[in-house]
């Protein structure tokens, strides 16, 4: 593809046989081949600064900030009654987003804002912010970072009343490119309840408003 930026699916495109190396025969294979990319650009990878740089490239691209590919991973939203009977919408606002442009191997960061109308299940709150963070971790483009957000919180809540509304910056637009570090992408996926005007003005309302609470 290319120049071309298309995204084929709301899936994460994944080979069949993705998980048939752990992650220490992963990390043996990327840290080799970024020695390779270091040593192409002409870095001596013998120096004291340099030589650790591979093992600990492919460990974070395995363990921490790609984790997310991995479905072990997946955080288990157990579900409660709404023994409160609360009918109203829950938010979700200002959580971190740290992921990165599957085009550019570069770094977009921002905050997700999720909500959702219980059908008479509800998960912890904690349990939103990990769905997220999960999905963040992996190669992404930031659509389909939202609907699979969506996704996913609709079949934990069994519910088609979500909203989700994400604002990022992408550094490959800011360190690349336009160089252009003062703009940012919103994407947003409105669902069930969320598609009338009313209750999405609401919650768009809710997280553009500023709340101190100290």
């Known amino acids: 593809m290319g120049e071309d930026h298309i995204a084929s699916s709301d899936l994460t495109p994944l080979r069949e046989d993705a998980f048939d190396l752990s992650n220490d025969e992963k990390i043996e294979i990327i840290q080799d081949h970024f020695a390779q990319i270091m040593h192409t650009l002409g870095l001596d990878l013998k120096d004291d600064s340099l030589k650790g740089t591979p093992y600990r490239v492919a460990k974070m691209y395995v363990e921490e900030i ?3 590919l991995d479905p072990e991973n997946r955080p288990i939203a ?3 009654n709404n023994n409160y009977d609360y009918q109203d919408m829950v938010i979700e606002k200002n959580i971190r987003v740290n992921s990165f442009c599957e085009h550019h191997f570069l ?13 008479g299940k509800v998960i912890g709150l904690s ?24 996704d996913d919180l609709a079949e934990a809540l069994e519910t088609d009343d979500v909203a989700v509304f994400i604002d990022s910056k992408h550094l490959c637009v ?3 490119g336009i160089r252009d570090m003062s703009s940012s992408t919103i994407t947003t996926e409105f669902r069930g309840a969320f598609k009338k005007e009313d209750v999405q003005r609401k919650f768009i309302d809710f997280i553009t408003k500023d709340t101190d609470l100290t």
């Open 66 to 68: 790609f984790s997310g």
């Open 78 to 80: 157990r579900k409660f």
């Open 107 to 119: 770094p977009f960061i921002g905050k997700a804002h999720v909500a959702y109308i219980s059908s």
């Open 127 to 150: 349990k939103i912010n990990r769905i997220v963070d999960y999905y963040s971790q992996r190669p992404q483009v930031q659509e389909r970072l939202t609907l699979q957000i969506a």
């Open 174 to 176: 800011g360190l690349r």
